[in-house]
């Protein structure tokens, strides 16, 4: 099992930037691939990027594309989630989660392990 833990939300101001990391504990890091969702309230869990095993694929929901950059540091047990040029659409709770499998996942099914959240708010 795997124990996944979110930091770096906060409140912004639109047009900011912050940058989300979720630290692993527990099993080999590097087996996993990782991704984030958002939850905003009243709505379902949304996929917002995904990241191999190796970080030579990436992936992300459109509606971030050109804002959001996902990386990984597999010698810190870490994934990153940049996020920049921030909308108040952006507003959410964001998780990651791993998957124990080569490839790379965009729905909350494929995922075996969730972090607890970490809270972003962009005012307007």
């Known amino acids: 099992q795997v124990q996944l833990v979110e930091s770096g939300g906060g409140l912004v101001q639109t047009g900011g930037s912050l940058r989300l990391s979720c630290t692993a504990s527990g099993r080999t890091f590097s087996n996993y691939a990782m991704g984030w969702f958002r939850q905003a309230p009243g709505k379902e869990r949304e996929f917002v990027a995904a990241?191999?095993?190796?970080?030579?694929?990436?992936y992300y929901t459109d509606s971030v594309k050109g804002r959001f950059t996902i990386s990984r540091d597999n010698a810190k047990n870490t994934v990153y989630l940049q996020m920049n040029s921030l909308k108040p659409e952006d507003t959410a709770v964001y998780y990651c989660?791993?998957?124990?499998?080569?490839?790379?996942?965009?729905?909350?099914?494929?995922?075996?392990?969730w972090g607890q959240g970490t809270q972003v708010t962009v005012s307007s």
């Open positions: 990241v191999s095993r190796s970080d030579n694929l990436a």
């Open positions: 989660a791993a998957r124990q499998q080569l490839g790379i996942f965009t729905t909350t099914s494929k995922y075996e392990y």
